[in-house]
């Protein structure tokens, strides 16, 4: 079992560009989740997937959007990169949500210069 | 307003000088607390789930409590490599939806 996994670990985009974060779980959740840390602020929620076809905003959704493709994958989209937005980006997966702890992949570290 | 508050920021300790780590909550409806151990360049990794005040889970060297207002993460003799950032979660349950509250984590630093 590879857990969760992200794609890419690692990426630099301009002021503008658009992108797309993959993750992809193999444990069968019902759950998924995209975060953003940054220092001193804690992982903060910004969309999450509650069950595969549905999507609902964390605390912190501007500028992004998401896409549960099927049970397995959820992905998130910058569709026009800013500063702000600057980040170590993590995926978890829940296998209920209610309550459950959470598995999380390696990180995606974003800079948009 | 939901809030987890985690302390201290930092602990440096010696190997073998136990300590507590604090996570005080302020959450209504509060479903479960959760504690998360983060290497750096990694994803946080799942210790323990507390559910109800009074809950204690041990393994190896922690030990996690819970209180109606605070959990404490307990570290016994510790070693060097129990370094990392340890992250404190609660789930909530807000207007009949459910949002995870992470802590901004206390690093650790265990020297030889």
């Known amino acids: 079992n590879a857990g969760v996994t992200q794609t890419p670990k690692f990426q630099v985009l301009k002021t503008g560009q658009s992108m797309t974060l993959q993750c992809a779980q193999d444990m069968n959740h019902n759950s998924m989740y995209w975060y953003r840390q940054d220092p001193g602020m804690g992982l903060r929620l910004i969309y999450y997937?509650?069950?595969?076809?549905?999507?609902d905003k964390g605390e912190v959704p501007n500028g992004y959007n998401v896409s549960r493709l099927n049970k397995r994958e959820f992905s998130l989209r910058l569709e026009s990169a800013a500063p702000s937005q600057t980040s170590v980006y993590f995926c978890?997966?829940?296998?209920?949500?209610?309550?459950?702890?959470?598995?999380f992949g390696p990180g995606t570290r974003l800079t948009v210069t | 307003e939901d809030q987890v508050t985690q302390s201290p920021e930092a602990l440096r300790l010696q190997e073998g000088e136990s300590s507590s780590l604090n996570c005080s909550y302020t959450?209504?409806?509060?479903?479960?607390l959760f504690w998360y151990r983060q290497d750096p360049g990694k994803g946080p990794e799942f210790l323990f789930t507390?559910?109800?005040a009074g809950e204690e889970k041990e393994k190896e060297r922690l030990k996690a409590t819970l209180t109606k207002k605070e959990s404490f993460l307990h570290i016994t003799a510790p070693k060097p490599e129990d370094s990392a950032t340890y992250l404190c979660?609660?789930?909530?349950?807000?207007?009949?939806?459910?949002?995870?509250?992470f802590g901004t984590g206390t690093r650790l630093k265990v020297l030889a």
């Open positions: 978890a997966s829940t296998e209920t949500g209610d309550p459950d702890e959470q598995y």
């Open positions: 959450v209504s409806g509060l479903r479960g």
């Open positions: 507390l559910y109800s």
């Open positions: 997937s509650a069950s595969e076809g549905t999507t």
């Open positions: 979660a609660v789930q909530a349950t807000t207007s009949g939806t459910y949002k995870y509250i």
